[in-house]
């Protein structure tokens, strides 16, 4: 049985330490890590997070030996990654009674990956809030850091936050606090941040804006340790860390378009890359003079070229200037593939071919999910027929990803 571990009245940590060498990420995490889960004791006792998937089991034996789990009412989930949720079947089996507390995105998820289907489910909006008898829950959406579903959720009585992978250092440890920890944990806090944090750095500046509505006077995070000294020292290091450290990046964009659909992408690639503060130059080939075009290339940070589809290939005189491409040097720089297709929109795919023939480094779906986990970035960006909203938040999102590359340097 874990030890009874409180941290605030009626709050107790109920998670797992995992001192193994943890595979994770495609990283070993030679610290190992915990997995922080939390009871809240209230009158509809509540549960924050659980824990990996291979401590399920032992997780709500030991939850059993401090309350009855028949007796939980609530089951919050702020991230649905394995590490947090793998405890959920367990749990849930052993709660029928409990309602699971979720965002939107991870209804779906929760149900295919633990089968729950037949299980109630509240979805909770940004800024909702929940009775929990003699607590009151409030819940912020934090898309993107680092899922698309992840929320943090706020104690309101207590001040204390609870943001899952947000704010968290792999170490495993039974000291539980960072004023009890016989280590400064900084350095951890810090290397945490920098390999799951800092790819998804953007959409900090949500989390930041979200905090500023709330006292926080403790950080519960779901890994490592409970943070209640110097609080807001390490919530300043999330601003600092996740603020820009470059300027006066460059991008070109080239394309060639038949029905304006291409041009349209082209477009709107060009204002996220301005909005993201890189200057942007943009060039229809077919219009274009292409020493000012190669020119424009050999001055810029990274690259995006894009066509339309005809006969499965590209249209106009696309080709020659990435012939040219081939013969330069451009090493350091990023390239990307784009364009509008209807049918197959081979043309976007001929052209990721040609980029990979130059020293660019040339983004691809793969790598981003490789190097990330972000499932929502993807390259080439393939727009099927015209921009609609949809497709330009996948826009966004590439685009971005890249700009975040050339600003974090
Ligand atoms: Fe600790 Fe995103 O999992």
Redesign the pocket.
């Known amino acids: 049985m874990n030890q009874e571990v409180k941290i605030a009245e009626d709050v107790y940590w109920v998670g797992k330490n995992d001192n193994r060498e943890v595979p994770f990420h495609r990283l070993i995490l030679a610290k190992g890590t915990t997995y922080n889960a939390y009871l809240l004791k209230t009158e509809k006792p509540t549960i924050i997070d659980t824990v990996d998937f291979a401590f399920g089991r032992e997780f709500v034996e030991n939850l059993s030996q401090q309350i009855d789990p028949k007796t939980i009412q609530y089951i919050v989930i702020n991230?649905t990654?394995p590490?947090?949720s793998g405890g959920l079947a367990a749990l849930a089996a052993r709660a029928p009674e409990a309602t699971i507390v979720c965002t939107e995105p991870a209804v779906y998820e929760l149900k295919e990956m633990y089968k729950l289907h037949q299980r109630n489910f509240l979805v909770v909006h940004d800024g909702d809030t929940l009775d929990i008898g003699g607590k009151t829950l409030k819940f912020k959406e934090t898309p993107y850091l680092?899922?698309k579903e992840t929320m943090i959720t706020y104690s309101i009585e207590d001040k204390i936050l609870f943001p899952c992978?947000i704010f968290s250092t792999h170490v495993a440890n039974e000291e539980f606090f960072n004023d009890e920890a016989s280590i400064d944990i900084t350095e951890d806090f810090i290397t945490y941040y920098n390999l799951i944090i800092h790819p998804h750095r953007r959409y900090v500046a949500t989390l930041m804006d979200a905090l500023e509505e709330l006292d926080v006077q403790m950080i519960a995070p779901?890994?490592g340790y409970i943070l209640r000294e110097n609080v807001q020292k390490y919530i300043d290091l999330y601003g600092e860390m996740s603020a820009n450290t470059q300027e006066n990046k460059k991008a070109t964009i080239i394309f060639t378009t038949i029905r304006k659909n291409t041009r349209k992408v082209a477009e709107y690639l060009k204002s996220t890359l301005e909005k993201d503060g890189i200057e942007t130059e943009i060039f229809n080939t077919d219009k274009a003079d292409h020493d000012e075009v190669l020119a424009s290339v050999q001055q810029a940070d990274a690259v995006f070229i894009g066509s339309s589809t005809k006969y499965a290939d590209m249209i106009g005189n696309l080709e020659d200037i990435l012939k040219a491409l081939t013969e330069m040097d451009l090493e350091g720089k990023i390239a990307a593939s784009f364009g509008s297709y209807g049918w197959s929109g081979e043309a976007i795919e001929v052209i990721q071919d040609y980029l990979y023939e130059t020293n660019m480094t040339v983004q691809s779906t793969s790598q981003v999910i490789k190097t990330t986990g972000m499932t929502h970035v993807e390259f080439p960006i393939r727009v099927r027929f015209s921009l609609d909203d949809e497709q330009r938040e996948k826009v966004d999102h590439s685009a971005t990803f890249v700009a975040e590359q050339l600003l974090s340097v």
């Open positions: 991230h990654e590490d947090h680092h899922t992978d779901s890994h």
